[in-house]
């Protein structure tokens, strides 16, 4: 049977991206950005407190780290909830002893079940980054855009009372997106988004309902992929993610201020065998000069403030 006549007839055939979210840039002819301070480094410490609901579904897909037991799993269950009673306090303790203020990645869920938790949070003067209500909970291409639209206005709703914080950045389980996402979180009140993973600074994205920046959130660095997924040692995560952080600080030198970004499960890194690996990592990288430990907010205010210099 012949082909078709339209069966080489592509849609968006040509010299461009598969998309109109962004422009196409290169990182290194970019105007220099310009830190408080003169720093060169922005350091972004993101602990992630999540949220695996016992009777998860794992619909359409089970996001990273979920159950994978027949229920109930309380093995699994109960591993990921140790992040939420213990591991969180080890990775703040260790942000608070070096002087350190970040982004804390929250399931709404998390919010709800341990509204002292958010408290603590906010009290040693960090931001809360929205991280969907559940690690059940995903967001994705095929997903009705009412059903998505209102999940994001009910983990913001939760998120934003409880913690008394504006929350305007974003992350969603598992980094998953649908075509509406980006847009619906523009509509919401959200400012940046940490999914994409394409690059090493701040990009502004367009929506239907305005722009909404894409910020540079580790993901071949970030622990629970180091070490759960290509079952790497705590040792080996330390060495990548201070080479990433050797690389960006002598790129700022020259091509200006860069942003190195920390994700830090807590029910991964919190463990008492990593949590000296952590803090070996951040104290590393405090000791070098120039280097601004800030939250999200705080790091696009100060970018946005740069570009404007230069436009």
């Given at each position: 049977m012949p082909l078709p006549d339209d069966h080489l007839q592509y849609p968006r055939r040509g010299h461009h991206m598969d998309h109109d979210l962004y422009k196409w840039s290169d990182l290194f002819d970019r105007p220099r950005i310009a830190w408080p301070s003169g720093a060169r480094v922005a350091l972004w410490a993101t602990p992630l407190a999540q949220w695996f609901p016992i009777d998860s579904t794992g619909k359409p897909f089970r996001a990273p780290g979920a159950l994978t037991m027949p229920y109930p799993d309380y093995r699994h269950y109960t591993n990921r909830d140790y992040g939420n009673r213990v591991g969180i306090f080890r990775l703040l303790d260790v942000m608070s002893d070096l002087g350190i203020a970040g982004s804390v990645a929250m399931n709404a869920a998390v919010a709800e079940r341990y509204p002292s938790l958010v408290e603590e949070v906010a009290r040693r003067g960090h931001e809360i980054l929205a991280h969907g209500l559940d690690m059940d909970h995903l967001h994705y291409g095929g997903m009705p855009e009412e059903d998505e639209a209102a999940?994001?206005?009910?983990?913001?709703?939760?998120?934003?009372?409880?913690?008394?914080?504006?929350?305007?950045?974003?992350?969603?389980?598992?980094?998953?997106?649908?075509?509406?996402?980006?847009g619906l979180l523009a509509k919401n009140g959200i400012a940046y988004s940490c999914d994409w993973a394409n690059d090493d600074m701040p990009f502004e994205m367009a929506t239907p309902n305005g722009p909404i920046w894409a910020m540079p959130f580790a993901q071949e660095t970030d622990d629970r992929t180091v070490m759960l997924d290509f079952k790497h040692t705590e040792d080996s995560w330390l060495a990548q993610v201070t080479d990433r952080f050797d690389v960006l600080y002598r790129e700022a030198e020259t091509y200006g201020g860069r942003i190195v970004s920390v994700p830090l499960h807590a029910w991964v890194a919190g463990v008492p065998y990593r949590i000296g690996a952590v803090r070996e990592a951040l104290s590393y990288m405090m000791g070098h000069d120039g280097v601004w430990a800030a939250t999200g907010a705080e790091i696009l205010k100060a970018f946005e403030a740069s570009e404007a210099g230069h436009g």
């Open positions: 999940l994001i206005r009910h983990s913001l709703d939760i998120l934003r009372s409880v913690s008394g914080q504006p929350v305007t950045g974003w992350l969603s389980p598992g980094r998953s997106q649908s075509h509406a996402t980006l």
